[in-house]
């Protein structure tokens, strides 16, 4: 079992910057791909960023690619998702993610996750 705290939303405004960070319970946090996903109002809920178990391989949506950056911290038991150049588009719940395998970010639907941190961008 993994349990994932998530934080570090706000309002913002278009152009600023945000780090969200996602806590995980757990002695093998390093054995699991870190993800984040975010949900719009009215939307589906849609992938964002995803990074291997090392950190040595990163994966991003392209309406992001540029702008935000994932990274973590193993001996923290921690991931982030450092936010720039934000777009009142990006407004939308942000949640954390676990997975054992790193290509179900790809296609499929991550095992655990966090309860989600709102996220606004005002124009």
């Known amino acids: 079992q993994v349990q994932l705290v998530e934080s570090g939303g706000g309002l913002v405004q278009a152009g600023g910057s945000l780090r969200l960070s996602c806590a995980a319970s757990?002695?093998?946090?390093?054995?699991?791909?870190m993800g984040w996903f975010r949900q719009a109002p009215g939307k589906e809920r849609e992938f964002v960023a995803a990074?291997?178990?090392?950190?040595?391989?990163?994966y991003y949506a392209d309406s992001v690619k540029g702008r935000f950056t994932i990274s973590r911290d193993n001996a923290k038991n921690t991931v982030y998702l450092q936010m720039n150049s934000l777009k009142p588009e990006d407004t939308a719940v942000y949640y954390c993610a676990a997975d054992r395998d790193y290509g179900t970010y790809y296609s499929g639907s991550p095992d655990y996750w966090g309860q989600g941190t709102q996220v606004t961008v005002s124009s």
């Open positions: 990074i291997s178990w090392s950190g040595g391989s990163t």
């Open positions: 757990g002695r093998t946090f390093s054995s699991y791909a």
